[in-house]
């Protein structure tokens, strides 16, 4: 009898709703902090074979504290990391102020995702970010963000189409010679969705910018140099129907991610 292989466990940061305002106003659950994992992009990880799971932020005025569960302990039981979109980057993280109210951003998560990208490195594990992720990764390595890329690059193409969401899109080219054209050796151009109003303006000195939007310069993709697997996409997979739309098909990115994870697991 054939003993089953053990699935993946892949760590997901958690995005954050808090009570804010009268917005969501219903009383119960909405008058509370909550972690959430979106259904779209744990149905991508779980396409590869591989099992979510989601990784809470602990602070001082959680019920379990710091000293009993530290995220060295997820990055250690867990096989890799998978960096969720969401709130904008608070511009403290990168050394700046907000230019408008509305991009304060989000510092309390930033600081849980840093520390939680960092534990997952030390550990050897495998690192993937995606929209916010991918400029997580770059701030946290030394690079900054144009807080609202129609402001400060009125050049730029539209980057995000509030009405359309996951329906707007764009092209983006693949830098030759990057791992990410190994990976797709025939696809040169690719259709991509598009959901973020920021975007990396200075890259972080480790890393490649491995596709760019040919139509503005804006960095789409990254890869760190060091040894170890830290990449990022701006743009999200776990919307893509290539079948359906004939956007990039982010399949072989997945199975890349997802072999480094079991190569980590056997180390």
Not at 51 to 73: C, F, G, I, W, Y
């Amino acid at each position: 009898m054939f003993l089953r292989r053990p699935r993946l466990l892949i760590g997901m940061s958690a995005r954050t709703y808090y009570p804010e305002g009268p917005v969501l106003d219903r009383g119960g659950v909405w008058t509370k902090t909550l972690y959430y994992l979106e259904q779209s992009v744990a149905h991508w990880v779980m396409s590869g074979g591989a099992l979510p799971v989601m990784v809470p932020a602990v602070d001082a005025d959680s019920l379990v504290k710091r000293h009993q569960v530290e995220l060295t302990n997820y990055a250690e039981a867990l096989d890799g990391l998978v960096l969720q979109g969401g709130q904008d980057l608070a511009p403290e993280s990168y050394g700046e102020t907000a230019l408008h109210p509305d991009w304060r951003g989000d510092r309390v998560r930033d600081r849980y995702e840093m520390a939680l990208v960092r534990a997952f490195i030390r550990a050897g594990k495998p690192v993937f970010g995606i929209c916010r992720g991918l400029q997580l990764l770059n701030v946290l390595h030394g690079g900054t963000l144009y807080q609202d890329i129609a402001t400060q690059r009125p050049d730029a193409v539209a980057h995000r189409s509030l009405p359309h969401y996951e329906h707007h899109f764009h092209t983006i080219e693949i830098v030759p010679g990057t791992r990410l054209a190994q990976l797709y050796p025939k696809v040169r151009r690719a259709q991509v969705n598009s959901i973020h109003h920021q975007g990396i303006k200075d890259l972080a000195p480790s890393f490649d910018a491995e596709a760019r939007s040919p139509d503005d310069g804006l960095i789409e993709a990254i890869r760190r140099r060091r040894p170890g697997f830290v990449a990022a996409v701006q743009w999200h997979p776990e919307f893509h129907d290539s079948a359906a739309h004939g956007t990039f098909d982010d399949s072989a990115m997945l199975r890349e991610f997802l072999d480094a994870a079991r190569t980590a697991r056997k180390r």
